[in-house]
């Protein structure tokens, strides 16, 4: 009847066929499932093959990064880890304990707190039979169709994390309102929606005043699949930056052939693989982490959110140069560039602005100064490679002494802290495992300094032809 609610979304079938082929190879869990060595950087990469249309990811992202924090509850965990690991995708909304795959999000954001989750006003009251009666509103909730959510909310002991279904036990719906759709820049596949709980039900994860940090071992995963998520855009804008110099005349020669071209395309593929190699070294760390490894737990504190805040930083800046390598062409929607420059802003924004994720850089220093020592351990296998790498960790080291007690300061500088430990990481990387030519233009540019205000300023001097043959589109 008209007028009732009904608080669903229905989306394209193109949607539900690349949410069934996601599932299927596993991208939204192989990993819990089969928790062999290495499966997190496995599953980084295919991720980062499969990023064609970034809206879907979302919540392939949000069902890996919840099994960890659902693990706080060993009954909801024995229930549904099962069928959140399973690789069959069903979209139908019923009981998630009756479906043979689910899927899941995550409900932090309100729009008085924003980042600030602390400041959530959403209330949860203990109920007798061991459940609770969630009440409030959250500005932004991803994903709103999943099967299951984990949501911030205020509990008699504090701030709490709750696993809330869509569908309750009894089959009957959840007091979960899908107020309205946020009208986004871009991301339009991934309904983004306003909620109001309204006397919802939901089970405690973890202890009650505990909810921070909780939902954090979901969120360092989903802020490790928007690293991975800018480096892939960098790649997909710069092979089809190529691709069209490869095939576009001007002036007599292909583009591809012409030098200011080339200096651009290739300033361009030393980001992408710049960003590329860090963030697989960040699943490596996770990975790691995960198995128990405590110094590549304390490496992916520090250097996840450092990670995270320049190379989504860098990916917008990116995906306009290369959509201007295209032209004129490239600002037409037909050549996809403008809705890979309109999805670009969004890892820097999800799971943290900049502004957040630097600051998290600062918190790890202070929280776990040990990650200090890690840092400088991970990039000493490096040391006497090259000397403007040397230089560059030798002021970095000096930069880190010198933040001292003085938070307003250190506050200050948090941006350049996280720029500096992130091109510190990537060109020790590069020099350990990259190709020679990609590795010198890095470090020539980046840390040396010989490079302008915009992509397409490398030097003279620098070996151009092999970094662009590393990035060819093959016909």
Same mark, same amino acid.
């Given at each position: ?219 360092? %995963?989903?802020? #490790? ?5 800018? /480096? @892939?855009?960098?790649? &997909?804008?710069? $092979?089809? !930056? ?22 651009? %395309?290739?300033? #361009? ?5 710049? /960003? @590329?190699?860090?963030? &697989?070294?960040? $699943?490596? !760390? ?32 990116? /995906? ?156």
């Amino acid at each position: 009847m008209v007028g009732n609610r009904i608080d669903e979304v229905e989306y394209d079938p193109a949607y539900h066929e690349l949410m069934r082929t996601a599932i299927a190879h596993g991208l939204h869990a192989a990993p819990w499932a089969d928790p062999r060595p290495g499966a997190h950087v496995v599953r980084a990469a295919q991720t980062g093959v499969w990023t064609a249309e970034p809206g879907h990811l979302c919540p392939i992202s949000m069902t890996y990064a919840i099994i960890p924090a659902l693990r706080y509850n060993q009954e909801l965990s024995k229930t549904y880890e099962p069928l959140l690991t399973s690789r069959v995708y069903d979209p139908v909304l019923e009981v998630p304990a009756t479906k043979a795959g689910i899927t899941a999000g995550m409900s932090m954001t309100e729009k008085q707190g924003g980042s600030d989750v602390r400041a959530g006003t959403t209330q949860a009251a203990p109920n007798a039979d061991g459940s609770y009666t969630l009440t409030g509103h959250k500005w932004f909730t991803s994903a709103p169709m999943c099967d299951v959510f984990l949501v911030l909310a205020q509990a008699p002991g504090g701030l709490s994390c709750f696993f809330l279904p869509r569908v309750l036990p009894d089959a009957t719906r959840n007091r979960m309102r899908l107020q309205r759709l946020k009208d986004k820049l871009g991301n339009h596949a991934n309904a983004s929606s306003e909620i109001e709980y309204d006397g919802a039900t939901a089970w405690l994860v973890g202890e009650e005043g505990r909810g921070v940090s909780v939902i954090i071992e979901m969120v360092n %995963l989903t802020r #490790l699949d928007c690293a991975l998520g800018s /480096a @892939t855009s960098m790649r &997909m804008g710069l $092979a089809r !930056a190529i691709y069209h110099a490869q095939h576009r005349k001007a002036f007599g020669d292909y583009l591809i052939d012409q030098p200011l071209m080339r200096n651009v %395309l290739a300033d #361009l593929a030393v980001e992408a693989e710049a /960003a @590329t190699m860090v963030t &697989m070294r960040m $699943a490596g !760390a996770t990975d790691k982490a995960i198995q128990g490894d405590d110094r590549e737990a304390l490496l992916r504190r520090i250097g996840l959110a450092a990670t995270k805040y320049w190379v989504c930083k860098r990916a917008t800046g990116h /995906a306009a140069e290369a959509m201007e390598c295209l032209g004129g062409n490239g600002y037409i929607e037909d050549s996809l560039m403008p809705r890979l420059y309109r999805e670009a802003p969004l890892m820097g924004i999800w799971e943290g602005s900049g502004n957040v994720s630097a600051l998290d850089t600062l918190r790890a220093l202070a929280t776990q100064p040990d990650s200090v020592a890690v840092l400088f351990d991970e990039l000493a296998a490096s040391a006497g490679q090259d000397r403007r790498l040397d230089a560059h960790i030798d002021a970095l080291k000096a930069q880190l002494g010198d933040l001292g007690g003085d938070l307003q300061a250190a506050q200050y500088r948090a941006r350049k802290i996280a720029e500096d430990i992130c091109l510190a990481l990537q060109g020790a990387l590069l020099v350990r495992h990259g190709h020679p030519a990609v590795a010198e233009a890095f470090l020539t540019t980046r840390l040396d300094g010989q490079w302008g205000g915009a992509f397409g300023t490398l030097p003279a001097g620098l070996e151009l032809g092999p970094i662009l043959e590393r990035s060819l589109v093959k016909d």
